[in-house]
């Protein structure tokens, strides 16, 4: 059975209004979501852009991040 991925991304609007991270942070419940982003900006982790997907990977927080989610944040941003 082949895998199937659902990508979410915000190229366009990074640290803006309707940010996606933003929108999935406040979606499933956490506050902060621009402490965590300038956090890692201070560290130099990651490329401004790929704070969300950093997140999702590596912040115990956003682990909780299901596929359902990804979809209503697709769906919300088309």
């Known amino acids: 059975m082949a895998k199937q991925y659902l990508l979410a991304s915000d190229f366009d609007q990074t640290l803006s209004f309707n ?9 499933i ?5 621009h402490d965590k982003v300038a956090g890692l900006s201070q560290m130099n982790l990651v490329q401004q852009g790929a ?8 912040d115990p927080e956003f682990r ?10 697709a769906s919300a941003s088309a």
């Open 51 to 58: 704070e969300l997907s950093y997140l999702i990977l590596h």
């Open 19 to 27: 940010d996606s991270g933003l929108v999935l942070s406040e979606l």
């Open 29 to 33: 419940g956490l506050p902060g979501f």
């Open 64 to 73: 909780r991040v299901r596929r359902e989610h990804l979809v209503e944040l």
